[in-house]
């Protein structure tokens, strides 16, 4: 199986700050990669798919970039409802897996 | 609007098997291209995919608990079953069963809608 490693696991920051969480995968899966936002209580929510398109709802705040093993979500001007854990996750072929997640803090 | 909605014991005891029921209205799994999946998520842990199954009665499985688990799904009432057997303490998660977007380019996909969530702890 792909392994997908987050860095950092975890982050504190700011309202009105820029983050930027990486994800790295033991090998290619091209550009599929999406991440997830994902608050206690609630499920998870699709932020980009395809390494770089944002799903539909989706504030322009929230962007990724990257390809083959490589990728990284950035999230401009940090709101309050921002700070959660936030997941990679890799559909190149039939066995998806995620990231072990960055949880993302006030500081 | 698409919406999914996962019943089944909040509690079971080591050894029983865990049928879990997701419940899903908005589309329909006999639609070219359409997929439902089951993720879970143990306490402090990480997400992992556990199945998932397709418009044409395809199935996957995680490898690692392929032995244990069986995805199956009634069309006629859109619904999607999960069973896993033979439980363990470390089964216990937040179970989410969830839809694959659409990719009609791609062998997978990620997962646009997921349900809310159903806690199964196992203790004896």
């Known amino acids: 199986d792909i392994q997908l490693t987050q860095s950092p696991s975890s982050l504190s920051a700011s309202v009105g700050d820029r983050v930027i969480i990486s994800c790295r995968a033991s090998?290619?899966?091209?550009?599929?990669l999406a991440w997830y936002q994902h608050r206690p209580g609630t499920p998870p929510k699709l932020l980009i798919f395809d390494s770089s398109s944002l799903e539909s709802g989706v504030p322009s705040r929230f962007s990724g970039s990257g390809s083959e093993t490589e990728f990284t979500l950035t999230i401009n001007s940090l709101q309050p409802d921002d700070f959660a854990t936030y997941y990679c996750?890799?559909?190149?072929?039939?066995?998806?897996?995620f990231g072990q997640g960055t949880n993302l803090e006030i500081k | 609007q698409v919406t999914l909605r996962e019943s089944g014991p909040a509690v079971l005891e080591p050894t029983q098997t865990l049928e879990l029921i997701c419940s899903f209205s908005?589309?329909?799994?006999?639609?070219?291209?359409?997929?439902v999946a089951w993720i879970r998520q143990p306490p402090g842990k990480a997400l992992e995919w556990l199945a998932r199954?397709?418009?044409?009665?395809?199935?996957?499985?995680n490898k690692s608990l392929k032995a244990r688990l069986s995805i199956s799904k009634d069309t006629s009432k859109n619904q999607v079953v999960l069973t896993l057997a033979n439980v363990d303490p470390d089964d216990t998660a937040t179970y989410y069963c969830a839809r694959l977007r659409p990719n009609f380019f791609g062998s997978g996909s990620c997962f646009d809608y997921w349900g809310q969530g159903s806690l199964v702890t196992v203790s004896s």
């Open positions: 090998q290619t899966v091209r550009t599929w």
């Open positions: 908005g589309f329909s799994l006999t639609t070219s291209q359409m997929r």
């Open positions: 199954i397709d418009w044409d009665d395809d199935k996957f499985y």
């Open positions: 996750q890799q559909y190149h072929g039939f066995s998806p897996t």
